[in-house]
């Protein structure tokens, strides 16, 4: 299995007060996942010309280590792996994040998945099929596995609900601006994360003074994030976050659902776990 | 009949959300659209004039179903329009 490697130089931006934000962790991961694919195998920009297909986000996950802030280390060493799973139909991406002292701060890991892309369509709109022989033919034997992507959800979430004692519920409205969105006017997927942070930072401002443990949810670094995409969002599109906070045996997991309005859908599921 | 339609769509049709269409049926609905706006017609529709199956269709909240093409509307049924997934 090829692992590439390149190193990151994080400013201010990418840091809360306790530590680097999951949103840069995530874009660091993607944006070695497109590294590796040019060192390796086919440039998205590539695959989406030459072999009509492109590649949309289905999981992802972060977990943080040992303690990291912007005063810890100057520089990050990135290391990427890429590998084809259940048969050409998934791609798992794993990136880690460590101190030039060897300190491993994060990891995080995504699951995507190929779309075949419609023709004749300007919007690169596309249904999920395998990807073609030419572009799994890149891929060396050790990095194309028969097995599925090892998603948390829903054993996850089932698990937080049953053994979980709810603490309290949120709903924080939603609108899909530009800037969140990328090439296609589909939401950038890093949003997620920071859509279900906002609604978590005003459940605590709102309820944190008649539940304190809600406080841990600004107080405490984030220990694991895992996010569930089932359908995009789009520009101008309108809907929710239902937020929910419970207390598990290791601390504070809060449980966002983003949901869209008319239809009614689930499109996105977020748990972090502080 | 009013037709929304979503995200990548958009763009097609100079950002309007919402555009008022006068046609008996949705398939009529579909085509005066597209002659309106032919970037939507080649998004939406293949070449052999079927609605493509990337893109979901909802009469008044209800999924439209690939053989209910030609089902009547009226001034004020709501026709989304939505697109299954992009790759960009």
Redesign the interface.
Known sequence: MRTLRFDVFPDVGAFTPLQLKPHFILSVCFNGSERWSREYGVPHQTAIRDLQTAFVLQVARVSYHDRYTYTDADRLSIAITRQSRRNGSQVEVRASFETPGGSMVAESSLCIVPLSLSDASGELAGLPAPMPPSYMSTFEPSERLEEPYPSPFPGMLNQIIESGELLSSYQYPLFINRHQCEFVDQWFFVEAGNLAAASREHMVFEQGARLPLLRRGLSLPVRELNLLYSRPFYLFDVGKVLTRAFRSHEGVVFVHELIKDDPSELHALVLERF | MIIRL???????VDYQ?ELRIDAPTVKAGIEQLAAQYP?VG??LV??VGQV????RI?VN?ETLGRGQINQAVSSEDVL?IL??????
Do not use: M, V, Y
């Open positions: 979503s995200g990548t769509l958009l763009r097609f959300k970037e080649k998004a293949d070449n493509r199956s990337t893109h909802f909240g989304d697109t299954g997934i992009t790759g960009g």
